[in-house]
C-alpha cells in the first residue's frame, strides 16, 4: 500500500480509519469495502453477521478469511482504532457550530496551514474539518458544551490564524439526525434500494 501526503484521523461511528487530503492509493477490495461498511454500523458484531452480509453481496468467504481480511486493515492503518457510538439524545444539548474560512493569498501560507491542520487534528471539539474547492477554502464542524465556549473558541482561532485569514464565518445549528460516518462507507447496493424506495415509480433510477 501506497501512502500519499498527509493523513488525520477521522472517527465514523463505532469505527476510526485513516483519511487523506489527496488521494489515497490502497489495496482494498469489494470486499473489504462491505466489512468496512458493516464494521461502521457496529464495530462489536461478530464475524458471523459480516459473513451473512457478505453472502448477501455474493461473497463466498470463510470467517477465518474476514477475520484475516480485518487483521490487514489494522496492520495496514486502514482502521486505526474502534470507539463507541452515543445516541446524543440523551446527552445534554451542545452547541454544534460551522466555521467557513477563507485565506489570504501569502507566502508563508503553506507553512501556517501545517500549524491550522495540527490545531483542528489535536481538538477535541472538532468533529470534522478540511480543505475545500469553491466559495469558501476550509469548513470545519465542531462540537461544545455551552455557546460561550464556542464563541471563545472562535475569537482564540481568529487570534492564531488571524494573519492568514481573510473571512471567518460560523453559523449554529440544531441538528435533524444523529452523527453518522455511516454515509462515508456505505455501500452501492445500500444507495439504490434507498433511491428506489423514495424516487417516484415515473422517474425511475
Known amino acids: ?19 487523506w487530503d489527496t488521494q489515497i492509493i490502497a489495496m482494498i477490495d469489494n470486499a473489504d469495502e462491505l466489512i468496512l461498511s458493516a464494521l461502521s454500523k457496529n464495530a ?27 487483521t490487514k486493515l489494522e496492520e495496514d492503518g486502514v482502521i486505526t482504532g474502534y470507539t463507541i457510538s452515543v445516541d446524543i439524545k440523551k446527552l445534554k444539548r451542545r452547541t454544534i457550530r460551522v466555521a467557513l474560512v477563507t485565506f489570504k493569498i501569502s507566502q508563508h501560507l503553506p507553512s501556517r496551514l501545517e500549524g491550522l491542520k495540527k ?39 481568529r487570534n492564531l490564524f488571524g494573519d492568514i485569514i481573510q473571512s471567518y464565518e460560523v453559523y449554529d445549528f440544531m441538528p ?21 424506495e423514495w424516487t417516484p415509480p415515473f422517474l425511475g433510477t
Open 44 to 70: 462489536r458484531q461478530d464475524t458471523k453477521e459480516i459473513w451473512d452480509l457478505l453472502r448477501d453481496h455474493g461473497y463466498d468467504l470463510t470467517e477465518e478469511e474476514i477475520d484475516s481480511k480485518i
Open 119 to 157: 490545531y483542528l487534528a489535536d481538538a477535541p471539539f472538532v468533529l470534522f474539518s478540511g480543505r475545500t474547492r469553491g466559495g469558501y477554502d476550509w469548513i470545519s464542524v465542531q462540537s461544545f458544551l455551552r455557546e460561550e465556549m464556542a464563541d471563545e473558541e472562535s475569537d482564540i482561532f
Open 176 to 196: 435533524m439526525k444523529d452523527p453518522s460516518f455511516h454515509v462515508l462507507t456505505h455501500t452501492h447496493k445500500e444507495y439504490r434500494e434507498f433511491l428506489n
Open 1 to 19: 500500500m501506497e501512502w500519499v501526503r498527509d493523513s488525520f484521523p477521522i472517527l465514523r461511528n463505532n469505527l476510526i480509519y485513516q483519511t
